[in-house]
């Protein structure tokens, strides 16, 4: 039986045409703007997109005119492969941008793939992402009449290779310093929170996640001054899940801090931007001494090996 492991993510733009593609699709997902009318769904994604488009472009061109999301994850399908060899092939969809599930399924049929394994690349479990994704694929793969066989992984972060991959980063982040003299924020893409109330499980994965990665730091001898937790890419002016990040820059009294994007195995415009460029500028404003990005796992030989032992587990 030929099978097939294939990485899922939210996608991002391949270039600055792609970014109204993006929105577009995004905001028509009934998994984010979520309401019984798909015409009222379709207005309010066409409005969003009308508002955000020129702004996203700016956004994109300020870190290469593209999502860097997109070559990274093209650079694990190639190691990923290069453990794999012949076992199985290796490739991904996006959700909103190329490739889709519609192209990548249709290629993979046509290769006689009778078995599919379903990664995807989101640590932690929300409707918003990860069942969206997976759904996406299943929907579509039903679509086009492939008699496929899937096997899905839901979430990650509990993995301990991953974990040590998250370590390995944050030791990148802090050189030869001592991790006393750092605060340590863990950031997390925020959810709106009636989500959340809905029964989403995001938040709990999130907190869970900090907590495990809090002891293997400790058990390794990182000891920050203070370990945090906060939110970041709230959209619109309804509740989302708190502390915001911006607000957790304003209260913290030591000045050097270390961020980690513990929502993302992938860097995309979140971290490059968001992160690295938008905030940095804040923490600049706000006397901070130090302020560093944690680079997210995207192709490193850890995260390799976790897809890899991912796979290996639920074959």
């Known amino acids: 039986m030929k099978e097939a492991i294939v ?25 984010i703007i979520r309401t019984k009318s798909n015409l009222l769904r379709r207005f309010i994604a066409g409005m969003i997109t009308l508002i955000r488009t020129e702004k996203s472009q700016d956004i994109y061109r300020q870190i290469g005119g593209k999502s860097p999301l997109i070559d990274h994850t093209r650079r694990l399908v190639q190691a990923l492969q290069g453990e794999i060899g012949e076992e199985a092939v290796v490739d991904f969809v996006m959700r909103y941008t190329p490739p889709m599930a519609l192209e990548v399924c249709t290629k993979l049929k046509n290769q006689g793939v009778e078995k599919v394994y379903l990664i995807p690349l989101y640590p932690q479990y929300s409707t918003t992402t990860t069942q969206s994704s997976l759904d996406d694929f299943e929907s579509v793969s039903h679509a086009i009449g492939w008699d496929v066989i899937t096997v899905e992984i839901k979430h990650f972060f509990l993995h301990e290779t991953y974990n040590r991959c998250l370590i390995e980063r944050i030791k990148e982040s802090l050189g030869e310093e001592s991790a006393e003299n750092f605060d340590i924020i863990f950031s997390a893409h925020s959810l709106p929170q009636k989500i959340v109330d809905q029964g989403d499980p995001y938040r709990r994965h999130v907190i869970s996640h900090v907590n495990l990665i809090e002891e293997l730091m400790r058990r390794g001898g990182l000891n920050f001054h203070r370990v945090h937790v906060a939110y970041q890419s709230k959209v619109g002016p309804m509740k989302w899940l708190e502390p915001s990040l911006e607000e957790t820059l304003h209260t913290i009294d030591n000045k050097r801090i270390i961020i980690v994007p513990i929502a993302f195995a992938i860097d995309n415009s979140e971290t490059d931007f968001e992160l690295s460029i938008e905030y940095a500028k804040m923490a600049h404003e706000l006397g901070y001494q130090s302020y560093r990005v944690c680079h997210c796992p995207n192709d490193h030989p850890l995260f390799v090996q976790t897809l890899k032992e991912l796979y290996e587990k639920i074959r």
């Open 7 to 31: 990485l899922l993510n939210m996608g991002g733009p391949n270039n600055l045409k792609e970014v109204e593609m993006f929105l577009h699709n995004m905001f028509n997902d009934p998994y």
